[in-house]
Each structure stands twice: as structure tokens, then as C-alpha cells.
């Protein structure tokens, strides 16, 4: 999973710990493992809502100042289908490597 470079250091600090993702079809798994940084994001939930549900709390929740600010970021392609992703940030030292 990619995220806006200003997002990076609070994904990885545990600030961060969940993204709405706008796709054609799920581009993670529960219990799948991203690189991002020194370390991986795993997902431990993935949820399809309806993009009513996306709320201005949830846009917060993802690091973005507003809902319209979240919009602008995760309608960058041609998904219609909305995913809420929870996710844990684990360094390389935090995995033992």
C-alpha cells in the first residue's frame, strides 16, 4: 500500500492506522504484508462500505485535515468500490530483522 509522502512518518509512528481506498477490487489482504519505509504495514481488517459512510471522523482518522481533502487523494483512479483498511506499521527491528 502506497500512501501521500506527508502521511508516511504518521503511518509509521502508529498515528495512522487505518486508510479508505477507492478500488476496482481489493488490492490487500487480512494478514497481508506492504513494504513502506524500513518496515511493512500488515492489514488486520478490510471492510467495503458505501462512500456514505466515509465520513469527515474517518478523513481525520486517515490523516487528512477534511473529507474533501481525503477525496481528493483517493480518487486517483477508476475504482468505484470504497474499502476501509485497518493496519499495524511494523519496523524492520520490530520484526527481528
Known amino acids: 500500500m502506497m500512501f501521500?509522502?506527508?502521511l508516511r512518518a504518521r503511518v509509521r509512528s502508529g498515528e495512522i492506522a487505518t486508510s479508505v481506498r477507492i478500488w476496482q477490487r481489493?488490492?490487500?489482504?487480512?494478514?497481508?504484508?506492504y513494504?513502506?519505509?524500513?518496515?511493512?504495514?500488515?492489514?488486520t481488517r478490510l471492510q467495503e462500505v458505501d462512500l456514505d459512510d466515509v465520513t469527515e471522523a474517518v478523513a481525520r482518522e486517515g490523516g487528512f485535515g477534511s473529507l474533501a481533502a481525503l477525496m481528493k487523494t483517493a480518487r486517483h483512479g477508476r475504482g468505484e468500490r470504497v474499502f476501509i483498511v485497518d493496519f499495524v506499521f511494523v519496523g524492520a527491528?520490530?520484526?527481528g530483522g
Open 93 to 95: 527491528s520490530d520484526s
Open 4 to 6: 501521500a509522502r506527508p
Open 35 to 43: 513494504p513502506l519505509l524500513d518496515g511493512h504495514i500488515e492489514v
Open 26 to 33: 481489493p488490492q490487500v489482504k487480512v494478514g497481508g504484508c
